[in-house]
């Protein structure tokens, strides 16, 4: 774990303070050293982008997963909802309140948790790969976040600069 100095550095680098949109809708950085990481979003775009393609080849009954991004449609073969199940080899903590199994059908599905992308230190201390935006720490309190909706909904997509004033009022 870096030090707290480093954190703090490295904290004066980072988040949407440093971006800007301009008239054209171009996203500008103020630091040629700050990074964007879209790989949640691109699984999401895939899976969801997944479900016309299946359908425009006439498939009703489909279970599309990337990487803790799903959707489905219809049923199983077995006539039932498709089941998302926690990875195998997931080591639940004990009391752990989240649920294994979530029947799905005409719906989509998007998980992150520390149950499967985590590590353990040389001291036995266990850092989830969920951070607080606030200290630059691994969280010890979000084990994990899921949300569901129907499969079929297009939500309208904001402009990028009404996606930067959303990210800095939750910053």
């Avoid at 979530?102 to 201390?125: E, I, M």
């Amino acid at each position: 774990m870096p030090s707290d100095d480093a954190l703090h550095e490295a904290l004066k680098k980072t988040g949407c303070a440093h971006l800007r949109v301009t008239d054209e809708d171009e996203l500008v950085k103020d630091s040629p050293d700050l990074q964007l990481n879209l790989s949640a979003i691109a699984k999401g775009f895939g899976s969801d982008r997944n479900g016309p393609v299946l359908r425009s080849h006439n498939l009703t009954n489909f279970y599309v997963a990337i990487s803790g991004e799903t959707v489905t449609s219809g049923l199983s073969a077995r006539r039932e909802k498709w089941r998302w199940e926690s990875p195998p080899g997931v080591r639940w903590r004990a009391g752990d309140p989240l649920v294994g199994v979530v029947p799905l059908s005409d719906q989509a599905l998007s998980t992150s948790g520390d149950y499967q992308k985590f590590f353990v230190d040389a001291q036995g201390h266990r850092w989830s790969h969920i951070f607080d935006p606030r200290s630059g720490k691994p969280s010890n309190t979000t084990w994990g976040a899921s949300q569901w909706w129907p499969a079929t909904a297009r939500w309208p997509m904001p402009s990028p600069r009404r996606c930067l004033s959303l990210a800095r009022r939750k910053a």
